[in-house]
């Protein structure tokens, strides 16, 4: 089946500090893989998206390659800001027809001052 | 463009009673999807509609679940007799799809947050 796993969290981090999430995937197919983003109160943001092997899906400031070979869409942010504490959550797509999202269990980010 | 709307965001119901959730997409497309999300797990698929037809049900929705989406906008998901179990984020999506290629980008509520005591 499709599924999709990520480094469980919290991931704490300085203001300024380089940001790895891992998220590695497993997949009938070619799917399109995502970042989803939530922050606190709000629903999930699309982050940033790959829908081929070796594309760069990128957005303020993040950015994750999709890599067939390791099956991995890990997600990296040079420096990050306060504002960037939330929790991220990979997902992956299997162009079916419908393109139902499989989640990952989500990673949290908190950054400190 | 005011987003996927959600009502209401917070409901608190003794086991057995049944609850109704509302999305409203975004006016334009035509897909609408119900996830749900458990504490400390990513959002899981419920179920999706093209317009007013329901194509597709995932084993998670019980026969105590029922989404309709009568006029292909707004669409009510009600859970009858509920239990501890269902307490959960529901989450409701909408997008523009238009082929089966490329990325179908969906844009996701607030949620409705369901304790059942």
């Known amino acids: 089946g499709n599924s999709v796993t990520q480094m469980e969290g919290p991931v704490t981090l300085s203001e300024e500090a380089f940001l790895t999430i891992n998220c590695t995937y497993t997949a009938t197919g070619y799917p399109s893989l995502f970042w989803y983003v939530q922050y606190p109160g709000e629903g999930l943001q699309l982050l940033l998206k790959a829908t081929k092997a070796d594309d760069k899906g990128s957005n303020k400031g993040f950015e994750a390659t999709y890599r067939k070979e390791t099956t991995s869409f890990h997600l990296e942010k040079g420096s990050v800001q306060v504002s960037d504490s939330a929790v991220y959550f990979c997902?992956?797509?299997?162009?079916?027809?419908?393109?139902?999202?499989?989640f990952g269990t989500g990673t949290r980010l908190l950054v400190s001052p | 463009d005011t987003g996927v709307s959600q009502n209401p965001r917070h409901k608190i119901t003794k086991r057995g009673q049944n609850v109704t959730f509302r999305c409203d997409p975004i006016?334009?497309?035509?897909?609408l999807y119900w996830y749900r999300q458990t504490l400390g797990q990513g959002p899981e698929f419920l179920t999706y509609?093209?317009?007013?037809?329901?194509?597709?049900k995932s084993r998670l929705l019980s026969d105590r679940f029922s989404a309709e989406r009568p006029k292909g906008s707004f669409s009510t998901l009600e859970i009858q007799r509920t239990e501890q179990g269902d307490s959960a984020m529901y989450l409701c999506?909408?997008?523009?799809?238009?082929?089966?290629?490329?990325?179908?980008?969906?844009?996701f509520g607030a949620g409705s947050r369901l304790t059942v005591l």
């Open positions: 999506a909408s997008s523009l799809f238009r082929t089966p290629s490329g990325a179908n980008v969906l844009t």
């Open positions: 509609f093209q317009n007013e037809a329901q194509l597709e």
């Open positions: 997902a992956l797509s299997v162009n079916t027809g419908f393109q139902k999202l499989v």
């Open positions: 006016s334009e497309h035509n897909r």
